[in-house]
């Protein structure tokens, strides 16, 4: 069975700090897809980024990173430089690799951020 | 382009009354599905739908039911509602071999269940 574990329910930080999410996850599929999401207090959930298991590159997109480790299952997600908008709860997911596109989410219990000025 | 809509985005019911949410998805999208977020519990996979005519259980499908009779509208219904079935519900959907793998999810439709 997948699941996904994010240990940090809530992290308080001051605004400029770096903040790094943690999320392991365990699945006995050799092909499988990561994701974060982002749920602002309005409620919406926007989509982060997806990773496939094959690719462990890091990726970097603006004050965001994540850094992909299969060796420890973990899929960690860094937020450089804080910022109030950033206060959210993060979701971090998993979902079997199927090749049809169709994919059915397991999520963790998301991490509080919130970001003080 | 609306995106993935959901109706109502409240509703209070008493213990026992039956309702529908619906989702409509404009995007031509051939998955759909329906999740519900619960304090601490993340979001858990109710029921799945991989094309026009089809269903499938998720996680948690016990008290609903789903049809999915238009490609565009994914329905989820509680024929006797339950104080556990108080939660937000959100619907998703993405199309086969997006080219970001994203699932576009609906605003959420909260339900009190009294």
């Known amino acids: 069975a997948q699941k996904v574990t994010q240990a940090q329910t809530e992290i308080s930080v001051v605004e400029k700090e770096d903040v790094t999410l943690d999320c392991v996850y365990e699945?006995?599929?050799?092909?499988?897809?990561l994701f974060w999401y982002k749920q602002p207090p309005s409620g919406e959930l926007v989509f982060l980024i997806r990773r496939n298991s094959f690719d462990e590159q890091n990726e970097i997109s603006g004050r965001y990173s994540w850094n992909f480790q299969k060796s420890t299952s973990s899929f960690n997600f860094t937020i450089t430089a804080s910022q109030v908008v950033d206060s959210a709860v993060y979701f971090c997911?998993?979902?079997?690799?199927?090749?049809?596109?169709?994919?059915?989410?397991?999520f963790g219990t998301g991490t509080r951020l919130l970001v003080s000025p | 382009n609306a995106g993935v809509t959901q109706t109502p985005k409240f509703r209070v019911l008493k213990t026992g009354q039956s309702m529908t949410l619906l989702c409509a998805q404009d995007m031509n999208h051939e998955y759909m599905y329906w999740y519900r977020q619960d304090p601490g519990m993340g979001l858990r996979l109710i029921h799945y739908s991989v094309g026009e005519g089809t269903t499938a259980k998720g996680e948690v499908p016990d008290g609903y039911n789903v049809s999915r009779l238009k490609k565009q509208n994914f329905l989820l219904g509680l024929e006797s509602a339950a104080p556990s079935q108080t939660s937000v519900y959100f619907c998703?959907?993405?199309?086969?071999?997006?080219?970001?793998?994203?699932?576009?999810f609906g605003e959420g439709s909260r339900l009190t269940v009294l």
């Open positions: 998703a959907s993405n199309p086969p071999l997006g080219l970001t793998g994203e699932l576009f």
């Open positions: 997911a998993l979902s079997e690799a199927g090749g049809t596109g169709f994919q059915k989410l397991v």
């Open positions: 699945t006995r599929d050799t092909t499988y897809y």
